[in-house]
């Protein structure tokens, strides 16, 4: 692939061209869970497309299990993408996209929705396993982190745009125009190169430069193309010092430890901070605040509420996070995540005692909280921790936080209600206030910015003060003559 003559030599348009195809299985997994909102009425309803409405039971099974499925997907997906290369990883997603799709069109037995939203979950393990890792291996420092942050941009653009059409399609329309998607994506992401890294592991070094060349937009011989390629390379034979059992080196090494933790706890965050219960009891909450404001919205209104919210919070990530950087923007969100979290659980302890705060609140709070999650802890968390590891471990590392974090998802889902009903809603809530609040601090004491710096400078900064005398010392008694 050569650079078009039209396009300016060192431009990254291919890059970011290259980082909306890769985004594509983003925006297809929104739409599989974007799709249980509008849907769900529509199949407990009399005029379910199944004939027989489907039950409470069968609903909550539906909407839980990609996340229990995530679990094991993440490591399925983690070794095709290191196995095969994340091309051929991400082709794999968008054609089990398309499975899903298909098997709705094919059948309205509850077993195929079913099998359907146990793809739904190696889509979801897919998209933030591969995604990533693919972002960070094609595009140069200073705009990895604004097209890092594309997959909540496409996720929440997806579940926003299944809110609509579900609202104005017919069932059968709304489940072609969903297969179209990842159908195109396949046809045109086969013209798209290979991640360099990849290339460079498997011995395939004219390949790689070849397929730098075409996202750098420069010519073959180009100094910088040649930069990247040693670095690449450098950085690869670093890893073969190391063990072959990846996560015994991870959890033995001092620094990439440091490093997995940091990943852990910004993958939990992600997902304790409240959002994913705060989307499942947004129809109580906006019921509770309508009585006060006189505000009615069905629940695909409500959905639709939350979904522009998240898209707006998205934006503003991917705009803002090269000024800003990583750790403030983080910082920032979880902020303001854990008292609007506070806030929240203050408004239903207040309530439960009969007394009357205003109905508002509970409304804003609620969208305060999907705005930071989509505008720092969903995007960011992911983006630090592709930012953190080399090409050997980057997989392994994505795959073990996500399964982790998909537990955290799945026991929320299936234990948030009823705990909620025997405790106390508001002790539910404190409890995500004091996390995402305790996060800010960890993030502010413990990690270190990676915005637009090397693997090297990063892991300089994971060094106890100890480690950095020994190496001071080493390279002092080397030095002398």
């Not at 997806?158 to 069932?171: E, H, K, P």
């Not at 979880?334 to 239903?348: D, K, N, P, Y």
């Amino acid at each position: 692939m050569k650079p078009l003559s039209i396009i300016s030599e060192g431009s990254q348009v291919n890059q970011i061209l290259c980082a909306v195809l890769i985004s594509m299985p983003m925006f297809a997994y929104g739409n599989c869970i974007g799709w249980m909102s509008p849907m769900t009425i529509l199949l407990q309803s009399k005029n379910s497309p199944t004939s027989i409405p489907l039950t409470d039971v069968e609903i909550s099974w539906m909407a839980s299990l990609p996340y229990l499925i995530c679990v094991p997907a993440t490591y399925l997906v983690a070794t095709l993408g290191d196995r095969f290369g994340r091309k051929f990883a991400l082709l794999f997603m968008s054609a089990v996209s398309a499975t899903i799709w298909i098997l709705k069109l094919s059948s309205m037995n509850i077993w195929v929705f079913i099998v359907a939203r146990i793809l739904a979950g190696v889509v979801m393990a897919g998209s933030c396993v591969t995604y990533p890792t693919y972002i960070k291996e094609i595009c140069e420092d200073n705009i990895r982190g604004a097209l890092g942050c594309w997959g909540a941009l496409f996720f929440t653009t997806g579940s926003l745009f299944a809110y609509i059409v579900g609202d104005i399609l017919s069932y059968q329309t709304i489940l072609m125009v969903f297969l179209a998607i990842p159908i195109i994506n396949i046809l045109v992401f086969l013209m798209m190169p290979e991640s360099p890294s990849y290339l460079i592991k498997y011995g395939k070094e004219e390949e790689a430069v070849k397929a730098l060349v075409w996202l750098r937009c420069r010519r073959q011989y180009d100094l910088t193309i040649q930069r990247e390629i040693d670095f690449m390379k450098r950085e690869q034979r670093n890893d073969e010092l190391k063990g072959k059992n990846l996560m015994k080196t991870i959890l033995t090494d001092k620094i990439l430890f440091r490093a997995f933790q940091i990943a852990l706890v910004a993958a939990l965050a992600r997902e304790l901070c409240g959002a994913v219960p705060v989307l499942n009891f947004a129809a109580d909450i906006f019921r509770l605040a309508s009585g006060v404001t006189g505000l009615v919205l069905s629940p695909n209104q409500q959905a639709m509420v939350l979904g522009s919210v998240q898209l707006c919070g998205a934006i503003m990530a991917s705009g803002i996070v090269e000024r800003c950087g990583r750790r403030p923007l983080l910082i920032l969100t979880c902020v303001a995540s854990g008292l609007s979290m506070c806030i929240l659980a203050t408004w239903f302890l207040l309530y439960e005692f009969n007394v009357s705060p205003p109905g508002w609140v509970p409304v804003v709070t609620l969208c305060v909280c999907i705005f930071c999650d989509a505008s720092g802890l969903m995007p960011i968390s992911i983006v630090i921790t592709g930012e953190t590891f080399s090409y050997k471990y980057r997989g392994t590392v994505l795959a073990t936080t996500m399964a982790i974090s998909s537990f955290a998802d799945f026991f929320q889902l299936l234990f948030f209600k009823p705990l909620a009903k025997s405790i106390g809603v508001y002790v539910a809530f404190y409890f995500f206030g004091a996390m995402c609040l305790a996060t800010s601090l960890y993030v502010l004491l413990i990690v270190p910015e990676t915005k637009n710096r090397k693997l090297e400078e990063i892991y300089d900064d994971l060094q106890s003060k100890k480690g950095k005398r020994k190496i001071e010392k080493h390279t002092s008694t080397t030095n002398v003559p």
